[in-house]
């Protein structure tokens, strides 16, 4: 079994959850195992990793832009760079494997130890692949897929669909208890709503016209988080339009939800974007959605994660240019009052989801080291 593992991927969230995931994981699973994670100075990793408990070695990795510009050339020399010092990390270390889990970080460290012929896993969060692992599929031992669409992009032998590592909480969190930590009605439907990070102030464009059209109407309960930098400015523009959530009872409002998996387990239905570590929860928890996929992701990738729910019947999907508080408006009066058409997207939602994920991937590893 493994002595020391050197994770790599970074970036965004999407990249470093699953990465933590894993790491956790692997601790879990061989408590004397040493686990190396490798990220840059830039990305979310040098703040997630380390809060999580493990130490965090930075190297130099940029992505290139996609149209022609001069910051090309100082990429191509970071790259260089962040290649020697992967490759100086990796005899350093001299770990018994090497995981990737996507994020231009994630390159230089799994191809450097392919060429050192240490084993290399890498884990694919998307449908949609992105390119450091397109390009990384070819050099190593392992790849894990969160969906067997995604198996098409890859060479077929080396392929294992897996799912995504979530939470625990997701899967064991309570719905009741939920709902009344949540102060909600158990008697009225509950719409969650959120934007992420990246996917925010759109989302709350239309959710603000949502709720100047539910406010006087108490039919179903809406739960919108709004992100911490907009919610102030959120709370102001309701006011502007005279609206007090104070008195609205089947309306909840918050900047940031830390026990994410309460909320979920509290829905009936979920409003939000379309990344892989949310379809993997709400999946998970067996919930449908309306997905609204950030246009400006890498290769649009959430549109092929929203599009894959939509065809097994788990999903509504709407389009960035087409969110407003009308189109919501309509979508969630059809499903949330057709309990049938629901409990039949549940159903659809929790038939693509991988509550087991971790432990796939981690026996995954274990036939690998073997």
Request: proline share 5%.
């Amino acid at each position: 079994m493994p002595k020391k593992v050197i994770i790599a991927g970074g970036g965004t969230g999407g990249h470093i959850y699953p990465a933590i995931a894993i790491g956790r994981g692997l601790k879990n699973r061989f408590p004397d195992a040493e686990i190396l994670f490798v990220g840059t100075e830039r990305g979310l990793e040098s703040d997630l990793v380390p809060k999580a408990g493990f130490t965090l070695k930075k190297i130099r990795a940029k992505g290139f832009k996609r149209k022609l510009s001069l910051d090309n050339l100082i990429t191509i020399k970071e790259m260089i760079l962040g290649g020697m010092e992967s490759l100086m990390l990796l005899k350093k270390e001299k770990p018994d494997l090497v995981i990737g889990t996507g994020g231009y970080v994630a390159g230089p460290v799994v191809f450097f130890a392919a060429l050192l012929n240490i084993p290399t896993f890498i884990h694919e969060q998307n449908v949609k692949p992105g390119v450091t692992n397109r390009i990384l599929s070819r050099f190593v031992d392992r790849i894990a897929v969160s969906f067997s669409d995604s198996i098409k992009f890859f060479p077929r032998k080396k392929v294992v669909v897996t799912g995504n590592p979530i939470r625990p909480e997701i899967i064991s969190a309570d719905r009741m208890k939920a709902l009344k930590e949540l102060d909600l009605d158990a008697g009225k439907p509950v719409v969650l709503s959120f934007g992420g990070s990246q996917g925010a102030r759109r989302l709350n464009e239309a959710v603000m016209d949502l709720i100047d059209r539910i406010k006087d109407e108490n039919t179903f309960q809406l739960f919108h988080i709004t992100g911490r930098k907009n919610y102030e400015e959120f709370i102001h523009k309701l006011e502007n339009k005279g609206i007090n959530l104070q008195t609205l009872g089947h309306i909840k409002l918050r900047p940031y939800v830390y026990e994410m998996h309460n909320t979920i387990a509290a829905a009936d239905l979920v409003i939000s974007r379309a990344g892989a570590i949310t379809i993997a929860e709400i999946t998970a928890a067996g919930k449908p959605a309306i997905l609204v996929p950030l246009p400006t992701a890498a290769d649009r990738h959430q549109d092929y994660n929203a599009n894959l729910m939509e065809k097994n019947g788990a999903a509504v999907v709407v389009k960035d240019w087409d969110l407003s508080g009308a189109k919501l408006y309509g979508i969630i009066r059809d499903l949330v009052f057709d309990r049938k058409r629901l409990q039949k997207m549940s159903t659809a939602s929790k038939n693509l989801g991988k509550p087991d994920a971790l432990d796939r991937i981690l026996d995954e590893i274990v036939l690998l080291m073997n």
